[in-house]
T-cell receptor, first 116, second 111 residues
Framework: DARVTQTPRHKVTEMGQEVTMRCQPILGHNTVFWYRQTMMQGLELLAY????????DSGMPKDRFSAEMPDATLATLKIQPSEPRDSAVYFCASGILAGGPYNEQFFGPGTRLTVL | GEDVEQSLFLSVREGDSSVINCTYTDSSSTYLYWYKQEPGAGLQLLTYIFSNMDMKQDQRLTVLLNKKDKHLSLRIADTQTGDSAIYFCAGESGGYNKLIFGAGTRLAVHP
């Protein structure tokens, strides 16, 4: 049963600390998305990659957030330094984009981040 | 870019039909999608419709698309307690690469 995995599932940290969230996309998927979900803002796209190359990170605060794909089986989202306003659920999703329009994304279970 | 709007809450009685509505702005979306999010979980694709279709039916789900008004709806027949979830409408932006999600409609099903 192929699925997207995310670690950790929950993270509580103090303001100023570095946070790293990890995602393992479904094997064979060539696109990875990072989203943030809050009650106030809903679901926001932070960044996405195709074939490990960043395509768009315009939704991400550049001064403290960074996203990378060191290899095809791992995507990371880092926040340094973290702030209380970063508290949210962070979702990773993967999919196959083959140049056509169909765009199903498979979501992981999310990382619930609380910054005190 | 795409903007997607939907109502935030819907409460229905078990066995009744639920209709969740969505409006979008970008008429170039080739597909429009409905995702479901159950408590504590990620989103899961529920159904989708190709933009040249007016209606798509899949078991208890019916999707209606009004391209002129840029209006999309999801009808769930014989709504069950297991249908209680948040439903997200999504359209495409940026040449198929990105999905833009609405705020989500929280469906509550009561006996």
């Amino acid at each position: 049963d192929a699925r997207v995995t995310q670690t950790p599932r929950h993270k509580v940290t103090e303001m100023g600390q570095e946070v790293t969230m990890r995602c393992q996309p479904i094997l064979g998927h060539n696109t990875v998305f990072w989203y943030r979900q809050t009650m106030m803002q809903g679901l926001e796209l932070l960044a996405y990659f195709r074939n490990r190359a960043p395509l768009d990170d315009s939704g991400m605060p550049k001064d403290r957030f960074s996203a990378e794909m060191p290899d095809a089986t791992l995507a990371t989202l880092k926040i340094q330094p973290s702030e209380p306003r970063d508290s949210a659920v962070y979702f990773c999703a993967s999919g196959i984009l083959a140049g056509g329009p169909y765009n199903e994304q498979f979501f992981g279970p999310g990382t619930r981040l609380t910054v005190l | 870019g795409e903007d997607v709007e939907q109502s935030l809450f819907l409460s229905v009685r078990e066995g009744d039909s639920s209709v969740i509505n969505c409006t979008y702005t970008d008429s170039s979306s080739t597909y429009l999608y409905w995702y479901k999010q159950e408590p504590g979980a990620g989103l899961q694709l529920l159904t989708y419709i190709f933009s040249n279709m007016d209606m798509k039916q899949d078991q208890r789900l019916t999707v209606l698309l009004n391209k002129k008004d840029k209006h999309l709806s999801l009808r769930i027949a014989d709504t069950q307690t297991g249908d209680s979830a948040i439903y997200f409408c999504a359209g495409e932006s940026g040449g198929y690469n990105k999905l833009i999600f609405g705020a989500g409609t929280r469906l509550a099903v009561h006996p």
